[in-house]
């Protein structure tokens, strides 16, 4: 704590700034994310592994869907409010889109409903479809809202109305899975025609989880109101031309980055046997959860940074300032991936039930590709000052090409060896971000130079792997002991950064 603290006060008072707010946007961040992966504990004991990895394929489809439902919005809406004469324009213009096009896709989605539950694969539950399209609606109608706060300084209204979506998510899916099931089990539901069996059927079963991220987005939507009811209802054509221009690059970055992200989980489940696919599936999803430190700490930072990086670049020494954020983001996630690996075993593993523990060793893989990514979004500032964002798109597809390559590549081995399938997707996934990260790094250096500390990462880094690979060789059987010695690596490492931070802490004021 003293570090952290002595860290926090020698900080340059616009990094600090910016300090303040990943904190407060992490709040819901990492209550939210610990309660999810509470919520994980369970979902991987009330259901099996196959039926998990039914949950974790929907959730796949949504990520790329909702990028495409919001096509780069809220980037180009920070963009665009740079300018202060056409804020309330480019708040209007930018929901009207998205009410148009989103209202397009509903229609569409539930008209033909039982169609695309056939084609992914799911066609005795057309339901599920209809369930997500208004999730994936409602959130996409949010997503300008929330962007809105997050331009007007206001974390804290932000970071509420993130934390009661999350309680309403989590609170709906205890209730039915759960209390209800409890009730029924111990005579407390009255006869069939009661109110309880209107509200719980047992044969919905995981369809409860999707039905309450429904009900908890369309509370997020209610409390975003105040933020709708200023839509002007007026659209300007040139604006949005002038957006959408900026846009699609953003899109086409978008759809490729969950490329990266997802289509890994949905490889798996098509390229391996039908019998193990979908419990490969979720053991895979499982083990990616326990990368929840690391995840916690880019999301809430992306939250912050984007639209401190369009201020901050009014300033004269916005490059400094990028340079050293840059330094201390790799002092973090390189803490993160430390900690999470030296307390895997005594700790983070039982985020997840016993019967998805057998892949534990793709966690570090998939540590460090998030980090690697992370380390992107940093670097992916600079196309989006210069206004490039065809850059953005590039990285992305490249990403996806190798992501897509590697994984029809690893993913169908030999039916005696399928679990390295999923061994395969987390390396590409690590190889992937990486290749994207060193990218950014040179080509962004041509046409937005700036000077990031190389030494730094590869030292910082390195050290945490090293130190990490260590605590591997050692690793004595008791607990205690065992809980000593990684504590007192950890301690070591912290006493390292200290030292070699506070002098340029010091000059920096």
């Given at each position: 704590m003293y570090y952290f603290y002595t860290f926090i006060q020698l900080m340059p008072s616009a990094i600090k700034r910016l300090a303040g707010q990943t904190a407060i946007y992490g709040v819901p961040t990492i209550l939210?994310?610990?309660?999810?992966?509470?919520?994980?504990?369970?979902?991987?004991?009330?259901?099996?592994?196959?039926?998990?990895?039914?949950?974790?394929?929907?959730?796949?489809?949504?990520?790329?869907?909702?990028?495409?439902l919001t096509y780069g919005m809220?980037?180009?809406?920070?963009?665009?409010?740079?300018?202060?004469?056409?804020?309330?324009?480019?708040?209007?213009?930018?929901?009207?889109?998205?009410?148009?096009?989103?209202?397009?896709?509903?229609?569409?989605?539930?008209?033909?409903?039982?169609?695309?539950?056939?084609w992914i694969g799911y066609p005795k539950h057309p339901e599920y479809v209809i369930w997500f399209s208004w999730i994936l609606g409602l959130d996409a109608l949010a997503a300008i809202p929330f962007a809105k706060l997050r331009a007007q300084n206001k974390p804290i209204r932000f970071a509420a109305i993130k934390m009661i979506n999350i309680l309403a998510n989590i609170g709906l899916t205890l209730f039915w899975l759960l209390l209800c099931p409890y009730l029924m089990k111990h005579g407390f539901a009255g006869t069939s025609s009661s109110v309880f069996h209107i509200i719980y059927r047992p044969e919905i079963r995981i369809g409860y989880v999707f039905l309450a991220n429904l009900f908890a987005s369309i509370i997020t939507l209610i409390l975003l109101f105040?933020?709708?009811?200023?839509?002007?209802?007026?659209?300007?054509?040139?604006?949005?031309?002038?957006?959408?221009?900026?846009?699609?690059?953003?899109?086409?970055?978008?759809?490729?980055?969950?490329?990266?992200?997802?289509f890994d989980r949905l490889l798996l489940r098509y390229l391996l046997p039908s019998g193990i696919a979908e419990a490969q599936v979720g053991i895979y999803s499982a083990c990616y959860k326990i990368s929840i430190l690391m995840t916690i700490f880019v999301q809430a930072y992306r939250f912050a940074a984007e639209p401190f990086f369009f201020a901050q670049a009014k300033e004269k020494d916005a490059r400094k300032v990028y340079a050293r954020i840059m330094d201390y983001f790799i002092i973090v996630v390189s803490v993160i991936f430390l900690v999470t690996m030296l307390y895997l075993d005594d700790f983070f593993i039982?985020?997840?039930?016993?019967?998805?523990?057998?892949?534990?060793?793709?966690?570090?893989?998939?540590?460090?590709?998030?980090?690697?990514?992370?380390?992107?979004?940093?670097?992916?500032?600079?196309?989006?000052?210069?206004?490039?964002?065809?850059?953005?798109?590039?990285?992305?597809?490249?990403?996806?090409?190798?992501?897509?390559?590697?994984?029809?590549?690893?993913?169908?081995?030999s039916p005696d060896h399928f679990i390295h399938g999923y061994i395969g997707s987390a390396w590409a996934t690590n190889i992937c971000y990486g290749f994207m990260m060193v990218l950014s790094y040179l080509i962004g250096q041509k046409y937005y130079p700036i000077r990031y500390n190389l030494k730094k990462f590869f030292v910082y880094l390195g050290l945490a792997v090293i130190l990490?690979?260590?605590?591997?060789?050692?690793?004595?059987?008791?607990?205690?002991?065992?809980?000593?010695?990684?504590?007192f690596i950890l301690l070591a490492y912290l006493s390292f950064l200290y030292m070699v931070e506070k002098p340029h802490l010091s000059k920096s004021r």
């Amino acid at each position: 704590m003293y570090y952290f603290y002595t860290f926090i006060q020698l900080m340059p008072s616009a990094i600090k700034r910016l300090a303040g707010q990943t904190a407060i946007y992490g709040v819901p961040t990492i209550l939210g994310r610990f309660l999810q992966y509470l919520l994980v504990i369970l979902l991987t004991r009330v259901f099996d592994a196959a039926e998990y990895g039914t949950i974790s394929v929907f959730y796949a489809y949504c990520s790329f869907l909702m990028v495409v439902l919001t096509y780069g919005m809220e980037t180009t809406f920070f963009r665009f409010t740079q300018d202060e004469g056409i804020k309330k324009k480019v708040f209007s213009t930018a929901m009207i889109s998205l009410i148009l096009t989103t209202s397009l896709f509903l229609i569409l989605s539930n008209c033909f409903s039982r169609t695309i539950a056939e084609w992914i694969g799911y066609p005795k539950h057309p339901e599920y479809v209809i369930w997500f399209s208004w999730i994936l609606g409602l959130d996409a109608l949010a997503a300008i809202p929330f962007a809105k706060l997050r331009a007007q300084n206001k974390p804290i209204r932000f970071a509420a109305i993130k934390m009661i979506n999350i309680l309403a998510n989590i609170g709906l899916t205890l209730f039915w899975l759960l209390l209800c099931p409890y009730l029924m089990k111990h005579g407390f539901a009255g006869t069939s025609s009661s109110v309880f069996h209107i509200i719980y059927r047992p044969e919905i079963r995981i369809g409860y989880v999707f039905l309450a991220n429904l009900f908890a987005s369309i509370i997020t939507l209610i409390l975003l109101f105040p933020q709708l009811a200023k839509i002007r209802w007026e659209m300007d054509p040139a604006l949005w031309k002038k957006m959408m221009l900026y846009a699609w690059p953003l899109l086409f970055a978008g759809m490729a980055g969950i490329v990266n992200e997802t289509f890994d989980r949905l490889l798996l489940r098509y390229l391996l046997p039908s019998g193990i696919a979908e419990a490969q599936v979720g053991i895979y999803s499982a083990c990616y959860k326990i990368s929840i430190l690391m995840t916690i700490f880019v999301q809430a930072y992306r939250f912050a940074a984007e639209p401190f990086f369009f201020a901050q670049a009014k300033e004269k020494d916005a490059r400094k300032v990028y340079a050293r954020i840059m330094d201390y983001f790799i002092i973090v996630v390189s803490v993160i991936f430390l900690v999470t690996m030296l307390y895997l075993d005594d700790f983070f593993i039982y985020f997840i039930g016993r019967n998805v523990r057998g892949g534990k060793g793709v966690i570090p893989v998939l540590l460090l590709a998030n980090l690697f990514l992370g380390v992107y979004y940093n670097l992916s500032i600079w196309y989006k000052l210069i206004s490039k964002t065809i850059w953005g798109a590039w990285f992305s597809v490249i990403g996806a090409v190798i992501t897509l390559a590697l994984n029809f590549w690893w993913i169908p081995l030999s039916p005696d060896h399928f679990i390295h399938g999923y061994i395969g997707s987390a390396w590409a996934t690590n190889i992937c971000y990486g290749f994207m990260m060193v990218l950014s790094y040179l080509i962004g250096q041509k046409y937005y130079p700036i000077r990031y500390n190389l030494k730094k990462f590869f030292v910082y880094l390195g050290l945490a792997v090293i130190l990490y690979l260590l605590s591997t060789l050692i690793h004595p059987h008791y607990v205690i002991i065992r809980l000593a010695i990684n504590t007192f690596i950890l301690l070591a490492y912290l006493s390292f950064l200290y030292m070699v931070e506070k002098p340029h802490l010091s000059k920096s004021r």
